[in-house]
């Protein structure tokens, strides 16, 4: 918590020129306030905080395949509140990347009675932080109508400020010395987190859903696991599981059929009727 604290408030201080200039133009509607400090709460807070609790329990190469849940919640979530059409071969691919999910998290290891507790834990909180994305991005779409993606970024930066100060503070009270022990490569990794974790990624993020669909966005995701399952291995030497194998091919089929496969279904009907 103290890592995102850090990340947030200097990315905030960053932000507030060019924030203060675009409010200038369009001033913020109080009414509106609820949701944008709702998109903080969901794409910052229970996001990063569920995210950062999730990957000290769980490995890289499960966290990474289980944001490929992202882009089904969506078509779930954009069907159910932006309502957008859903074929049934989308709830087969829903259905099957959840299969694969429960794969990952551990059911077999669950029903045979040998699932680590540490780990099971840390795969339910990296759903939780999955699913706290799409709610937050869901309500992106409908302010981003209003609002620049400038002035959504900044203010979901200022709300995880302020909700990561008190766990950050407890942290800081628990252990004042950690402030020594940081090193030139965390100092290099807070910036990068900074500038371009925080900074450029939310910015484009919140900037290429105002031009597109929730669900187009969000099927970027696809990029993250590849690279993160590769440099995993080479990196801190994790191991790829059976179970991660079969989980992540019910995954990756079910993301296909949830979310790829609803343009071309939607393409192959839309011919036949002209």
Do not use: C
């Not at 924030?19 to 709460?41: C, H, N, R």
């Not at 402030?179 to 990794?189: F, K, Y």
């Amino acid at each position: 918590m103290s890592l995102a604290l850090l990340r947030f408030a200097l990315a905030s201080l960053l932000l507030a020129p060019f924030f203060l200039s675009e409010t200038k133009k369009v001033k913020i509607d109080k009414k509106d306030l609820p949701k944008l400090i709702a998109i903080g709460v969901f794409i910052i807070v229970l996001n990063i905080t569920f995210f950062f609790e999730g990957i000290k329990r769980t490995t890289v190469i499960d966290a990474s395949i289980l944001t490929l849940i992202v882009p089904m919640l969506s078509v779930l979530l954009g069907w159910w509140v932006l309502k957008e059409k859903v074929y049934l071969v989308n709830l087969l691919g829903i259905a099957l990347g959840l299969l694969g999910a429960l794969t990952i998290i551990g059911l077999p290891q669950i029903l045979t009675g040998t699932i680590a507790p540490e780990k099971l834990t840390g795969n339910i909180l990296i759903i939780l932080a999955s699913t706290s994305w799409v709610i937050g991005a869901i309500i992106s779409k409908k302010i981003l109508k209003k609002y620049s993606s400038l002035v959504v970024t900044a203010i979901a930066f200022l709300v995880g400020t302020v909700a990561m100060f008190i766990p950050a503070s407890t942290e800081y009270f628990q252990n004042p010395a950690w402030i020594n022990q940081v090193t030139i490569l965390g100092i290099l990794g807070l910036a990068f987190m900074t500038l371009l974790s925080s900074i450029s990624a939310y910015f484009l993020f919140e900037w290429g859903l105002a031009k597109t669909s929730v669900t187009t966005a969000d099927l970027f995701q696809y990029i993250e696991p590849m690279m993160a399952t590769i440099l995993a291995v080479l990196i801190l030497g994790e191991n790829i599981s059976s179970e991660f194998l079969i989980g992540a091919g019910l995954i990756a089929a079910g993301a296909y059929l949830g979310t790829l496969a609803k343009e071309a279904h939607h393409r192959y009907h839309k011919a036949h009727r002209v």
